[in-house]
């Protein structure tokens, strides 16, 4: 079996995705435990159902919502070797000789961590708040400052409070450059900041804030920069006095008064806390939560007061908000599905096939064929999460499945490889055991891969191809295959 090539849409590994109306009927247990491990993972395993058998619902959320108590050494360990910028000051990633080192590692580390992670949870939160304060990784010189940004805005806060969050990204150079603001000065008014600030971090476009606002709460933020040059505290943040603002200001109806220049970063600091507590934020952080973990356009307006009352009462607690979605949604007699963005269908088929990878080089290609290499988002609205956002490259999706378990690859199945170096790798007895006619087969797929609720239809497409006599390299392929129909597709 080869990719997928042809115009004619004929092949078996081009479903069409289920209409979004589509709903998960959860009356059983089974589809209901599948869900909810796949909606706090990047992809349902058999360890991770195991373990929420073991936990049940409410001590399998708790689990996950304390990742550090949660061992994953084997995933530092092998970062660490192989992704030793994570951990470099912005300084010293800037006098890297080859500045795309750090751009690199810090794609592939969010692609390993989202394989194989025990903090599973921990890193959707981050892929979901990577989204929503977005920097684009091609933009010097966040080609290498963002590795500082992600490890200390983002995963720092990601279940930690959202204030907390929101005034790490202001105080972060990565955010201050993309956005533009340190180049805000008195005499050079630089609203770009101040626009997404209110418009995608905090209130949204529709959060009751006028150009006006978007003026003032810029002339706040007069002088929010970050040091350049070779000192130590190099590319992290200043507050430039010689460049504020001085005179009183006026945001949301709140009066900023007139200050000293020396104290005037006091006026930023009113800004994010009039923005953190605001009633459009709270509702705008609950709505981007809800999506993320639940459903394409959040509903009821009952769950999303329920969200935003999480954050009034808990100071904008993350892992609270998260928890009142994920209750919401084991407690709800249907759930309507999600598509796989593709960074999550690569970690789901990896997971799901028990993938071995030793180096993670070759996982950026599907991705740049999909068009979703995280961080490769260039506007700062981040990576959308909108079912029509995603269905238009399809090909690129069947392709993966078959690229992956295709037994022509050199090297014993390295994906894509000339050298030893390709490092991904399946097994495919991990998944069929010593399964050998058509019909066990299809039986150990759809129990490894869909915890037995692949559709009758979709068994058959299986069942089909691998008769009349299986061989190693048909059983290969529709495991290629099985990653590949609708129902992988969705979660």
């Not at 892929?127 to 920097?135: A, K, L, M, R």
């Not at 956002?389 to 999706?397: E, I, K, P, Q």
Request: charged content about 15%; some cysteine.
């Amino acid at each position: 079996m080869s990719q997928i090539g042809t115009q004619t849409g004929t092949s078996i590994l081009a479903p069409r995705p289920p209409a979004p109306t589509d709903k998960f009927q959860l009356a059983g247990d089974p589809r209901r435990a599948r869900l909810m491990v796949d909606r706090m993972t990047f992809g349902f395993t058999r360890a991770e159902l195991a373990l929420y058998n073991q936990l049940g619902f409410e001590g399998y959320l708790a689990y996950h919502l304390h990742p550090s108590a949660i061992d994953d050494s084997a995933v530092d360990a092998y970062l660490a070797i192989n992704a030793p910028t994570l951990i470099m000051t912005p300084l010293q990633l800037s006098q890297l000789s080859q500045q795309s080192d750090a751009t690199n590692q810090l794609i592939r580390a969010r692609l390993y961590r989202a394989i194989f992670s025990k903090r599973q949870l921990f890193e959707r939160a981050v892929e979901c708040f990577t989204d929503h304060f977005n920097i684009w990784i091609r933009d010097e010189p966040s080609t290498y400052l963002k590795v500082a940004d992600d490890r200390d805005v983002v995963r720092a806060n990601a279940l930690g409070t959202f204030p907390a969050m929101l005034r790490a990204s202001a105080h972060s150079a990565s955010m201050l450059s993309y956005l533009n603001n340190d180049t805000n000065t008195a005499a050079a008014p630089n609203e770009n900041y101040a626009r997404e600030l209110m418009e995608l971090h905090t209130l949204s476009v529709s959060g009751g804030y006028s150009q006006s606002d978007v003026h003032e709460v810029a002339r706040c933020l007069t002088g929010w920069t970050y040091y350049t040059g070779t000192p130590a505290n190099a590319y992290t943040f200043r507050y430039n006095s010689a460049v504020h603002d001085v005179g009183q200001k006026i945001v949301l109806g709140n009066i900023i008064p007139a200050r000293p220049a020396a104290s005037g970063q006091q006026d930023g600091d009113d800004v994010l806390n009039i923005l953190a507590n605001h009633p459009s934020t709270r509702q705008f952080v609950a709505r981007k939560i809800i999506r993320h973990f639940h459903m394409y356009d959040p509903a009821p307006q009952a769950l999303v007061d329920s969200v935003a009352a999480t954050y009034l009462a808990t100071g904008g607690d993350i892992a609270a908000m998260i928890s009142t979605v994920l209750r919401y949604a084991y407690n709800s007699p249907t759930v309507t599905p999600k598509f796989k963005r593709p960074s999550h269908l690569l970690a789901s088929t990896l997971r799901g096939l028990n993938a071995i990878v030793t180096a993670t080089n070759n996982l950026q290609t599907p991705l740049t064929e999909a068009g979703h290499v995280p961080f490769d988002w260039q506007s700062p609205d981040g990576f959308p999460d909108a079912l029509t956002s995603w269905t238009g490259l399809l090909l690129a999706r069947w392709n993966f499945g078959a690229r992956l378990m295709n037994n022509s690859n050199s090297n014993n199945g390295d994906w894509w490889s000339t050298s030893t170096s390709a490092g991904v790798r399946v097994d495919h007895t991990t998944v069929v055991g010593t399964s050998t006619t058509a019909a066990t087969i299809v039986n150990a797929i759809n129990l490894n891969l869909f915890n037995g609720q692949l559709p009758k239809p979709e068994q058959t497409l299986l069942l089909n191809y691998l008769l009349p006599t299986p061989t190693t390299t048909t059983i290969r392929e529709a495991l290629g295959l099985a990653v590949s129909l609708p129902t992988f597709q969705w979660y």
